[in-house]
């Protein structure tokens, strides 16, 4: 029956559901994003393809497991480096036609993570999705979450739709958007640089500088080069690797597994030519934006 399920109302039942484990297992837990930004009326609707949730990062690991004895299991996939750190697992399940994002952290709060989760966790607010309860952040802290999450990828046509959506409605008014609420948020969780931008249009002359300047230059980073794909994560990944441990890496940059390439191209065809062609296409990519990655740092 919930292999019949449509996808919208997945991720709604979703949502349910990890609120549901989560407050019978004592687990803070807040949904984010998807239907709660259009709930709150903080972007248009959109249809999502996964259910987010945001776990308290000390029990990340036990909402884990709770799932996985529900037949969730963690999605396949190329074991690439990345510029920001990992701060989410993917989940999957053979009967439901959505995945399960898990997050620890979220990307664009370079405050430690467990300080993070407890700011947000002060914002929360009671929520239905699927005629279930469950919890959510106030919209001043959805709005940080929505803006950094289109601030990471900036080249992104959806991202900056988004963010316009977002300034227009912060302009509008609206009593449960607070600038001096955001800014208090902001500077909690180390995010005043990365919401720059967003604040910059608020009206905010200026903003303080990041407490974790090595975080922030990463993020500054990964948000200029996004949209060029993993080449520089490569380079930078090479970089870092002993000598001796090079050649693998660079086996694995130039020509991953099969596995693993399926999992992430689900795409690519089922026969052996479908599958090279796509290797090479990615290797050729890959080549034409090495001289680029190779000048950064």
Same mark, same amino acid.
């Given at each position: 029956?919930?292999?019949?399920?449509?996808?919208?109302?997945?991720?709604?039942?979703?949502?349910?559901?990890?609120?549901?484990?989560?407050?019978?297992?004592?687990?803070?837990?807040?949904? *984010?994003?998807?239907?709660?930004?259009?709930?709150?009326?903080?972007?248009?609707?959109?249809?999502?393809?996964?259910?987010?949730?945001?776990?308290?990062?000390?029990?990340?690991?036990?909402?884990?497991?709770?799932?996985?004895?529900?037949?969730?299991?963690?999605?396949?996939?190329?074991?690439?480096?990345?510029?920001?750190?990992?701060?989410?697992?993917?989940?999957?399940?053979?009967?439901?036609?959505?995945?399960?994002?898990?997050?620890?952290?979220?990307?664009?709060?370079?405050?430690?993570?467990?300080? *993070?989760?407890?700011?947000?966790?002060?914002?929360?607010?009671?929520?239905?999705?699927?005629?279930?309860?469950?919890?959510?952040?106030?919209?001043?802290?959805?709005?940080?979450?929505?803006?950094?999450?289109?601030?990471?990828?900036?080249?992104?046509?959806?991202?900056?739709?988004?963010?316009?959506?977002?300034?227009? %409605?912060?302009?509008?008014? %609206?009593?449960?958007?607070?600038?001096?609420?955001?800014?208090?948020?902001?500077?909690?969780?180390?995010?005043?640089?990365?919401?720059?931008?967003?604040?910059?249009?608020?009206?905010?002359?200026?903003?303080?500088?990041?407490?974790?300047?090595?975080?922030?230059?990463?993020?500054?980073?990964?948000?200029?080069?996004?949209?060029?794909?993993?080449?520089?994560?490569?380079?930078?990944?090479?970089?870092?690797?002993?000598?001796?441990?090079?050649?693998?890496?660079?086996?694995?940059?130039?020509?991953?597994?099969?596995?693993?390439?399926?999992?992430?191209?689900?795409?690519?065809?089922?026969?052996?030519?479908?599958?090279?062609?796509?290797?090479?296409? %990615?290797?050729?990519?890959?080549?034409?934006?090495?001289?680029?990655?190779?000048?950064?740092?």
């Amino acid at each position: 029956m919930i292999g019949r399920l449509r996808t919208d109302d997945a991720i709604l039942l979703g949502h349910a559901l990890v609120g549901r484990i989560a407050r019978d297992r004592g687990i803070r837990c807040l949904s *984010v994003k998807g239907p709660v930004l259009e709930q709150q009326q903080l972007r248009d609707p959109y249809r999502s393809s996964d259910v987010d949730a945001l776990v308290e990062p000390a029990r990340c690991a036990d909402l884990l497991a709770e799932l996985r004895v529900r037949g969730w299991r963690e999605r396949p996939g190329m074991s690439a480096p990345r510029i920001l750190p990992l701060h989410s697992v993917t989940l999957l399940h053979d009967q439901w036609p959505c995945d399960i994002d898990v997050h620890h952290a979220f990307p664009g709060f370079l405050a430690p993570s467990d300080t *993070v989760f407890d700011e947000l966790w002060a914002r929360r607010l009671p929520a239905e999705l699927a005629a279930a309860a469950v919890l959510v952040a106030d919209p001043v802290a959805n709005s940080a979450v929505l803006a950094l999450h289109a601030l990471r990828h900036p080249a992104a046509a959806r991202g900056r739709r988004e963010l316009d959506g977002l300034v227009q %409605r912060w302009g509008s008014g %609206r009593a449960d958007l607070s600038i001096d609420a955001l800014l208090r948020l902001a500077d909690a969780t180390d995010a005043t640089a990365t919401l720059a931008p967003f604040l910059t249009r608020l009206g905010v002359p200026s903003v303080s500088p990041p407490r974790n300047v090595e975080a922030y230059a990463d993020w500054v980073l990964h948000a200029s080069n996004a949209h060029r794909g993993r080449t520089l994560a490569w380079v930078r990944a090479f970089r870092s690797t002993p000598l001796h441990r090079r050649h693998r890496l660079l086996a694995e940059a130039l020509w991953p597994a099969e596995d693993g390439f399926r999992a992430e191209h689900p795409e690519v065809g089922p026969s052996t030519s479908a599958l090279r062609r796509a290797r090479l296409t %990615r290797l050729l990519t890959g080549l034409s934006r090495l001289p680029r990655a190779l000048l950064s740092r």
